[in-house]
């Protein structure tokens, strides 16, 4: 019956509408009325250009653009009502079911309020337990699907051996690539066991880059051979496992296509010879987002997607201009340059995979069910339990860890940043701070950055000796069109100078670092290091509970930090 369906709709359909079936729009999951202009857009994009598919974002914010206080954040989280009813409102007015899109590569609560937000990637690479992973997504695919969101758009399989990635960073497994390829699989079995398309993602392999793709055109420069040991192993272990996507990256691969302008999602060679010929995949290929700089800043969406669709993507996401990149499309097809065939192939491959879903029968969710299957306790206890054995104490010379000083002990808190700004849907120390008071009553808690003041920092610098224990939490992010993952070099020389005056009288002083674990290679002289690879509320109280001795402390480095320690150190406690 599913098969009918597919070759049914392939031939009622009109050239513009296969080229719709080709795109993927976006949309934010905060509420949208149906009487208003934003809904007015979105639902010309359904009805007019025929659309194939939404993607699902968070929401956001407007902020002013000023000097002296770039403070203010813009990104939100979503609502899980607002998404679903959203996404059923489109549904009701689409021709072909649509086929819904999302980043939850740290679970649906990484864009959806109340939903379960899983750490970062790297942390299940420091738990190294594959039946986690698998539950893990699991778990995100049955919410995601209450929401009505088909395909998730993980697991990334890129191996993280740059320690100056400034994008994939924690959004990697690790380093090594039987470990990225072997939890990576189990992702994508527990995706797939949930009713979810897994896609791998940034094929051939954004790990080894040290420009973000967001704002530039990363180029690796590894021969073929390089490649295949190394980046191409965990897309195969994926592909084995039944992942039924891809996103192709932008990314600049001499060794597959040497043209002067050839990222992977717009070469041929990368997807018709490389993903369809060499790796035998014929599964969903998506191109990454065609709004980001490394594509957007050289060519017109219209161009772009026509170049995209003629490499052998099968889908177009978050183009700039989707009536533009449909204009494009259909161009190329007039123009000989994409052959009538290819466009068919694709539409057939987007349609089987609304039909395996059951999308043919069923494309409304129930609003009614999302309370039972969103944000369950018994989900949050996978997220808790990845949280806590990812967790990596990889330093402890004076064995400080746990942290052992009496109840009323005096304790200096330091809260130390990156920068102050964009951090709106999770401010930092917001759950280390009430946690740490609950074990430990008598805390002063002083937030740091790159905008304290010479003399902000020589005032904690002199009071530092007062304290009967001194406890940090390092903050930095690697985020997307940032280009920025470091401490300013005021904070790490306060750091290192804390930890050489505590080392002669004695006094406790422990770190933990959230997010970016490689700044801890430029802390070397600090005693205890503890590493979440993670952000936000979940990761915080797992930190406090290990420095409190309530929780053991089992993870292993997944990846190496140079001079400081090699992958698979972990003390235990």
């Given amino acids: 019956a599913a098969r009918r369906w597919v070759e049914t709709s392939l031939k009622a359909l009109t050239l513009e509408q296969k080229i719709g079936q080709l795109i993927t729009s976006s949309a934010q999951s905060t509420f949208i009325s149906s009487d208003s202009e934003q809904f007015d857009a ?16 968070g929401g956001s914010e407007l902020a002013p653009s000023v000097l002296l206080n770039p403070t203010y954040g813009t990104v939100t989280l979503g609502q899980p009502f607002a998404a679903a009813s959203l996404l059923n409102r489109l549904q009701s007015i689409s ?10 590569e740290a679970g649906v609560g990484f864009r959806i309020q109340g939903a379960t937000a899983f750490p970062r990637t790297m942390a299940f690479g420091a738990a190294g337990d594959e039946k986690l992973a698998y539950e893990a997504g699991r778990v995100t695919a049955v919410e995601s699907r209450a929401l009505g969101v088909h395909v998730n758009f993980a697991p990334v399989v890129d191996v993280n051996n740059n320690p100056r990635n400034p994008v994939i960073n924690t959004r990697a497994f690790g380093e090594h690539p039987d470990v990225v390829g072997r939890l990576g699989a189990a992702y994508v079995r527990g995706l797939q066991a949930g009713g979810m398309i897994a896609t791998l993602k940034h094929f051939p392999g954004h790990g080894d880059t040290d420009v973000d793709s967001h704002i530039g055109l990363p180029v690796i420069t590894h021969p073929r051979a390089r490649l295949e040991s190394t980046e191409l192993p965990p897309f195969r272990a994926g592909i084995a496992a039944g992942a039924g996507a891809v996103m192709s990256a932008h990314v600049q691969m001499p060794a597959i296509d040497p043209a002067e302008f050839a990222p992977a999602t717009l070469s041929r060679p990368a997807h018709t010879g490389l993903l369809r010929g060499d790796l035998a995949y014929d599964g969903l290929i998506y191109t990454d987002s065609m709004g980001m700089e490394a594509v957007s800043r050289r060519l017109s969406p219209g161009e772009a997607a026509a170049r995209a669709v003629h490499a052998g993507n099968d ?9 533009a990149a449909v204009e494009g499309i259909r161009q190329a097809i007039a123009s000989g340059q994409i052959p009538m065939a290819q466009i068919d192939a694709s539409v057939r491959r987007v349609l089987e995979a609304k039909a395996r879903l059951g999308l043919h029968r069923q494309r409304l969710v129930s609003l ?3 309370p039972m ?10 997220a808790e339990e990845v949280s806590r054995r990812g967790l990596t104490l990889i330093k402890d010379d004076r064995s400080q860890v746990p942290l052992e000083v009496a109840r009323d002990a005096r ?17 930092p120390s917001r759950t280390f701070i009430p946690e740490l008071r609950k074990r430990w009553p008598n805390v002063t808690a002083i937030e740091l950055s790159d ?7 020589d005032l904690v610098r002199a009071m530092a000796p007062r304290y009967d224990a001194i406890v940090v939490s390092i903050f930095v992010r690697t985020a997307s069109y940032s280009g920025r993952m470091d401490l300013a070099p005021p904070l790490t020389r306060l750091l290192n100078d804390l930890a050489r005056a505590t080392g002669a009288s004695k006094q406790p002083f422990v770190t933990t670092f959230f997010g970016n674990p490689y700044v801890a290679t430029f802390l070397p002289d600090l005693p205890a290091m503890l590493i979440t690879y993670d952000f936000y509320d979940l990761a915080e109280m797992s930190a406090v509970r290990a420095l409190a001795g309530e929780a053991p402390i089992t993870g292993k480095l997944p990846i190496d930090l140079p001079g400081l320690a090699k992958v698979g150190a972990g003390i235990s406690r």
């Fill in 411 to 427: 304790v200096l808190y330091l809260s130390v940043l990156d920068y102050p700004s964009g951090w709106r849907i999770a401010a």
């Fill in 368 to 370: 009614d069910e999302i």
């Fill in 373 to 382: 299957k969103v944000g369950t306790r018994a989900n949050r206890a996978v």
């Fill in 95 to 104: 021709r072909i079911p649509l086929l819904n899109t999302a980043d939850f």
């Fill in 315 to 323: 889908v177009v996401l978050h183009s700039p201009d989707d009536a």
């Fill in 42 to 57: 979105l639902s010309k994009a359904v009805s007019a250009l025929g659309i194939g598919g939404m993607h699902v974002f």
């Fill in 451 to 457: 905008r304290s003041t010479p003399s902000e920092v």
